[in-house]
Each structure stands twice: as structure tokens, then as C-alpha cells.
């Protein structure tokens, strides 16, 4: 398991709670990842000058990093590790070739909300999700919104639901299971590939 080095780092256990690694990031890291097989490692650093995103292999060697801009929120990994999305509050979406760290595509919701009097988006992103072939990616706003991408970054389907709450594609990625406010959906994924 990975965990942050309070807040400056990133150590990674093996299974039974022995150190593997530890390394210290730029910035406060607020927040981490590991890929489902263990073969990377993400973390998040940012300060007053924005975010870095880190990624390491699982022997702790740097592979790349990037600065993204606005902090984030979740980072998650493609089940077939060849993308890497990242989520943050306010701005959207950022999807990276996990290979080279090239950034493949970007959407950014604070074009399509309202915003406060402190100019902030009144919307942020809250759940995200990849399939498990890493053809489709879901994301849910602050506002009961959910979005639907092909892996290119093809806004493919917008799904109005009124509460915030959660997505997870099914096991064999037929369904899009989403729970906002005390409800649950279950979104059937035809011919959206």
C-alpha cells in the first residue's frame, strides 16, 4: 500500500507493512494513488504555485512529472495502465498517456458553470472512473452532473441527476452504476465505444 509522508512525501509498503520506499515530493502532497497492479505510484505536491503530478514505477524510480496547474482531487489509473486521469476541484479533467507523461486530452468545466464572487466555478468534480478496457471515462460534478468520455476525450454523454454522489463502471463496463443523493442509477452503456 502507498501512503503520504505527512504531507511532504510518499512511502510505499509491501504487504505485510514492511518499508519498500520513500520519497519526498515538491509541495504538500495531498493526495496519492497506486495503480491497480502495483506497478505505479502517483502523488499529488502542491503549494501557493500550483500542482505537480508525480509518477514513480513500483521500485520508487521517478518517470515523469508535470506541473498541471489547480490542485487535485482524485488521480486514478486505467485497469490496463496506459492512462492516467486526474480530477481536479474546480477545473476538470486531465488525462495523461501513463507511458511517456504526454497529456492526451483536457476538459475544463469552469467554461461551462457559474461562478462565485470570487470567481471559482460554483461546480467541482467530485467521483471519477475508467473502464476496465480504459475505453470509457466518467466523471461527476459537485452539481448531480455526469460526464461520459471516450478514451480520445469525446464528450460522449452529459447526465443530469440533481445530487452529488458517486460512479463506478460495472466489471465488464455494460453499466454505469451511479448514486446521487439517496438514490442509485444504474445507466446501461449501449453503443458509446
Not at 505537480?52 to 515523469?64: A, Q
Not at 478514451?151 to 446521487?180: C, P, Q, V
Request: glycine share 10%; hydrophobic share 35%.
Amino acid at each position: 500500500f502507498v501512503s503520504n509522508l505527512s504531507g511532504i512525501g510518499v512511502i510505499l509498503y509491501d504487504d505485510k507493512g514492511e518499508k519498500l520506499w520513500e520519497k519526498k515530493i515538491k509541495g504538500h502532497a495531498n493526495t496519492i494513488a497506486i495503480s491497480d497492479d502495483g506497478q505505479y505510484i502517483s502523488a499529488m505536491g502542491s503549494n501557493e504555485w500550483g500542482s505537480i503530478l508525480t509518477v514513480f514505477d513500483k521500485n520508487g524510480h521517478e518517470l515523469w512529472k508535470k506541473k498541471i496547474g489547480a490542485a487535485t482531487n482524485i488521480i486514478k489509473f486505467s485497469p490496463h495502465d496506459n492512462i492516467l486521469v486526474t480530477s481536479s476541484y474546480w477545473y476538470g479533467l486531465k488525462c495523461f498517456e501513463l507511458s511517456t507523461g504526454n497529456m492526451l486530452w483536457t476538459y475544463n468545466i469552469d467554461k461551462f458553470t457559474e461562478r462565485d464572487e470570487r470567481g471559482k466555478p460554483k461546480s467541482s468534480m467530485n467521483s471519477l472512473d475508467i473502464s476496465s478496457n480504459g475505453s470509457l471515462v466518467s466523471s461527476m460534478d459537485s452539481k448531480g452532473k455526469v460526464y461520459l468520455f471516450s478514451r480520445k476525450g469525446d464528450l460522449l454523454k452529459e447526465i443530469k441527476f440533481g445530487d452529488t454522489g458517486n460512479i463506478k463502471f460495472s466489471n465488464k463496463d455494460r453499466f454505469l452504476l451511479i448514486s446521487a443523493g439517496k438514490k442509485i442509477y444504474c445507466y446501461e452503456i449501449k453503443g458509446v465505444k
